[in-house]
């Protein structure tokens, strides 16, 4: 096997996999773990399976608000909109017509849409 088809290899296990766990844990041991911002990490660090975990977390979230925002008392404030999972990749992308949505059902919008 050539070096270059094991670094292909290599690279394309998931992160999650046991040789990148222990690697970790030997760098975090020696100090050169150098911890970044899960927004300034490249998009294709998470997986399929997380990207869908992440949007389910963000739905639910948006589903608790909206029935906590619906069945408050009279008089008193909305409860503020839970903020995104953070994703790797850059800040997610408002919904363009989320204030819309809101609106008809009698709330006060939440942020302004960007393209």
């Known amino acids: 096997m050539s070096l270059r088809r094991f670094r292909v290899l290599f690279r394309g296990l998931p992160n999650d996999s046991r040789i990148h766990t222990v690697l970790r844990r030997i760098y975090k041991e020696q100090g050169d773990l150098k911890t970044t911002p899960i927004?300034?990490?490249?998009?294709?660090?998470?997986?399929?399976?997380?990207?869908?975990?992440?949007?389910?977390?963000?739905?639910?979230?948006?589903?608790r608000?909206?029935?906590?925002?619906?069945?408050?008392?009279?008089?008193?404030?909305?409860?503020?909109?839970?903020?995104?999972?953070?994703?790797?990749?850059?800040?997610?992308?408002?919904?363009?017509?989320?204030?819309?949505?809101f609106s008809a059902f009698g709330l006060p919008p939440l942020e302004a849409a960007q393209p």
């Open 39 to 63: 927004e300034e990490l490249p998009a294709d660090v998470w997986s399929t399976q997380d990207w869908m975990l992440a949007t389910l977390i963000d739905e639910t979230r948006g589903l």
């Open 65 to 101: 608000w909206l029935y906590a925002a619906r069945n408050r008392k009279p008089g008193t404030p909305a409860p503020p909109y839970p903020e995104a999972m953070p994703r790797p990749g850059g800040q997610p992308r408002k919904r363009k017509r989320i204030n819309a949505f």
